[in-house]
């Protein structure tokens, strides 16, 4: 059976790192009344399905941005995680059949107008945060992700084949133009249901969410879109690093030795705070008994790739740990190297000091 008008919205959201991190008790008595659960409760959630520290989520008043024939929501909504990202999500409503939305998915693609309003949004609440975020820097790059959000009861059968799934595919990759047959196939290959009336399809640029109760499915997907970010952020200061450490090897200069002991101190510290961020990241959000939630997080990872981000980020960290091995066994010989002179330096003292 086609579908007539869908009903429901579209979310642009963008995730930005801003520091190190933050400390969300200190920003919540900033911004008191926007608090709220990051996973709304739900009969169908599990009690122990949550974030290792659940984020702050407030709502931000931004001016509405035109976008081909839809405008966004004045209301957007901010989502500040602890581990140092903030995610901002716009809003944009939704009626009319599937095809006409495909005038809609390719002005998201890179949408600069929008990208801009995020930035400007995340500037003002570290503003407000302050001290609250360790470190901060807005860093130049973000993460966009698209998520379609429809009302189940718009839609006569929630199917990939009723919705139609060439429309469907255009959709997720955000284009106007006809995809080949592999293309829509890939796009469309793992459809996600918990009921008859449900459907979650997710790719690369945009997911597609057909719930009643879509809060805690669209919370996942944004902190995939965050932890991407995250990890490429820690895999580029990681890269930065190894940088640093070679040089370090590659010093041969008159007082390399004298400035050893400085260099492994930086060594340590970035292994440290990589390991650390790495470990916060990837462990931050539980879905231990939900295993709805956990394939729709499945599912992002695999689009997403964080699977082979976190194997090279895991690969630089073992490799840092093994230079800063050596170069600890450098500053050994040093050591070893010095006290030998002194030894020698002592007993020639001795015996001119005996022949005198």
């Known amino acids: 059976m086609a579908v007539d008008r869908i009903a429901g919205e579209c979310r642009v959201m963008f995730a930005f790192e801003v520091g190190f991190a933050i400390d969300l008790a200190r920003a919540t008595a900033r911004m008191p009344a926007g608090a709220r659960e990051a996973l709304p409760s739900s009969r169908r959630l599990p009690a122990d399905c949550d974030f290792t520290h659940t984020p ?53 693609w890179n949408n600069a107008a929008l990208a801009t309003e995020a930035r400007a949004a995340v500037e003002e609440l570290m503003r407000e945060l302050g001290d609250a975020i360790t470190r901060p820097e807005l860093r130049a790059t973000a993460e966009d992700f698209v998520i379609f959000s429809v009302d189940p009861a718009s839609v006569a059968d929630p199917s990939v084949d009723a919705m139609g799934a060439a429309d469907l595919a255009a959709l997720l990759r955000l284009e106007d133009g006809a995809l080949s047959a592999d293309s829509a196939r890939d796009a469309v290959a793992n459809p996600i249901s918990y009921g008859p009336r449900d459907l979650v399809l997710v790719d690369w640029a945009a997911a597609l969410v057909v719930d009643a109760e879509p809060a805690a499915t669209l919370a996942v997907l944004e902190f995939a879109n965050v932890q991407l970010v995250e990890l490429k952020h820690l895999d580029t200061e990681l890269d930065r690093g190894l940088d640093q450490v070679w040089s370090m090897l590659n010093d041969r200069s008159l007082f390399s030795r004298f400035r050893l002991r400085a260099n492994l101190r930086r060594l340590a510290e970035l292994e440290l705070e990589g390991a650390a961020l790495f470990d916060s990241v990837s462990n931050a959000l539980k879905l231990f008994g939900d295993q709805h939630l956990a394939r729709v997080q499945r599912a992002a990872s695999h689009r997403f790739r964080i699977d082979d981000w976190e194997r090279s980020i895991a690969r630089k960290l073992s490799t840092l740990a093994s230079l800063s091995e050596r170069l600890e066994a450098r500053q050994s010989q040093y050591r070893s190297e010095l006290l030998e002179w002194i030894i020698i330096a002592l007993i020639a003292f001795e015996i001119v000091q005996a022949l005198w």
């Open 56 to 108: 702050l989520r407030v709502a931000v008043t931004r001016r509405s941005v035109p976008i081909a024939a839809w405008n966004t929501a004045a209301d957007a909504e901010a989502t500040i995680y602890e581990f140092g990202a903030i995610s901002i999500a716009f809003r944009i409503p939704l009626a009319g059949p599937i095809p006409s939305l495909r005038g809609l998915a390719p002005a998201l």
